[in-house]
């Protein structure tokens, strides 16, 4: 179909996030009609026709920035970053039916610095909240849960802060499962790690590394497929950043295996992942040509 324009308002609009609920698709999006940034949603049908005006999320005289969405069968969940207290911290609501559910509750403590680029998921009864909490001058992952009234249950720090600093969490859910990555700086170069929990936010393993030790695995994206996770990262080739991907087992007791997605000369970056019948989606940007274009393939999944 024809592309349809989401923001139409006077002001920059960028940074959108989406979900599609089987029925709906939910969008949310930084907008600065209002003077500075702040978040809104609109939810649309099938035919991209649109079911609501644009709903304001977020009210305070800071940024906000960075809105990450996910639906729990019943409600979206809107997540984003804001400075309203003068350093950013992570903020959420929730959104029914009947719009947002008042005002939205901070998510993140603060530990001394700014904590950024929330990602959130639901699984079981609760949603879970990955970010990254600034302390003294580095970032650390943080994993949260919170039931549907976002009312926290248990918060826990991911990466080790033994040595750099995290970047780049992603967030995923399946049946009662959730898994997690990040970037983790050790040994002079980034890799990305993954620990997969339950639906109440306990380990089912410990964390596992998705690139063999002296390797370099960046931007993470995940998916839940079947009875386990697929993760899809740029990791360093012979040429570059190619794509890889991994199969990650719920019972955590075996280390993925890196299996080559795509290698071409330039880099491969910022891997997406979406479900199909059947089949993975797999969108990135590539420099093969000397120009960072976007690049598209699919994975056929035996069982999907």
Do not use: K
């Not at 005289?61 to 409600?75: D, K, M, T």
């Not at 600034?134 to 918060?155: I, K, N, T, Y």
């Not at 839940?224 to 950043?241: D, M, T």
């Amino acid at each position: 179909g024809e592309e349809v324009a989401v923001t139409t308002s006077a002001g920059d609009g960028f940074g959108p996030a989406t979900v599609w609920t089987g029925r709906e698709l939910g969008v949310a999006w930084s907008d600065r009609r209002d003077g500075n940034f702040e978040i809104y949603f609109a939810r649309f049908d099938g035919e991209l026709r649109r079911l609501t005006a644009d709903l304001r999320l977020s009210a305070d005289p800071g940024y906000s920035l960075y809105p990450e969405i996910a639906w729990s069968g019943r409600e979206y969940v809107v997540t984003w970053q804001d400075d309203r207290l003068g350093e950013f911290g992570v903020y959420a609501t929730t959104v029914g039916a009947e719009g947002p559910a008042g005002y939205p509750a901070r998510i993140s403590d603060g530990g001394g610095g700014d904590d950024e680029s929330p990602d959130v998921a639901f699984a079981g009864d609760g949603y879970h909240f990955v970010w990254l909490q600034g302390v003294l001058g580095r970032f650390q992952a943080v994993h949260a849960v919170f039931d549907e009234e976002l009312d926290r249950l248990m918060v826990r720090q991911l990466s080790t802060g033994l040595a750099g600093t995290a970047a780049s969490p992603a967030i995923a859910a399946g049946e009662d499962a959730v898994a997690v990555s990040w970037e983790q700086q050790e040994e002079g170069v980034f890799d990305t790690y993954v620990v997969l929990l339950d639906g109440a936010g306990n380990p089912l393993g410990d964390r596992q590394r998705l690139m063999a030790p002296g390797g370099a695995a960046r931007e993470g994206s995940l998916l839940w497929v079947n009875s386990g996770f697929l993760a899809v990262y740029s990791g360093l080739g012979e040429s570059g950043f190619d794509l890889f991907y991994s199969l990650l087992e719920i019972d955590g007791d075996t280390a993925p295996g890196a299996q080559l997605l795509s290698a071409a000369p330039g880099d491969a970056i910022s891997p997406q992942l979406a479900l199909g019948p059947g089949e993975v989606g797999v969108l990135w940007s590539d420099a093969r040509t000397g120009d960072y274009d976007v690049y598209f393939t699919r994975l056929l999944c035996v069982g999907l």
